[in-house]
Nanobody
Framework: QVQVVESGGGLVQPGGSLRLSCAAS????????MGWYRQVPGKQRELVAA???????NYADSVKGRFAISRDNAKNTVYLQMNSLKPEDTAVYYC??????????????WGQGTQVTVSS
């Protein structure tokens, strides 16, 4: 079993910053990719940023230059540093991670989500 838990959401004013964290724990042999998605009511969940095991990153166009994803492999944790936040960044942010368990089976799990609200 592998668990994925996010933290770090909250209320911030436009132009402010937040850092989200996502930790994977359990029977982990390897993590191939970790990513952040977001969803607002009535819309599909969208990719915000992702990082794969080689360190390559991918960002949605709407957050390029403002958000930065990073990973601490020793802690099985991924971070999303969000700067210059805009009201349109308001959403529930979800972490997704995937890899192999100790028994070499594939796993891919979502976290429970964390609310980010950008408002004055």
């Amino acid at each position: 079993q592998v668990q994925v838990v996010e933290s770090g959401g909250g209320l911030v004013q436009p132009g402010g910053s937040l850092r989200l964290s996502c930790a994977a724990s359990g029977s982990i042999f390897s993590i191939n990719a970790m990513g952040w998605y977001r969803q607002v009511p009535g819309k599909q969940r969208e990719l915000v940023a992702a990082i794969i095991s080689g360190g390559r990153t991918n960002y949605a166009d709407s957050v390029k230059g403002r958000f930065a994803i990073s990973r601490d492999n020793a802690k099985n944790t991924v971070y999303l540093q969000m700067n210059s936040l805009k009201p349109e960044d308001t959403a529930v942010y979800y972490c997704n991670a995937g890899g192999l368990t100790q028994t070499r089976t594939l796993w891919s799990n979502w976290g429970q989500g964390t609310q980010v609200t950008v408002s004055s």
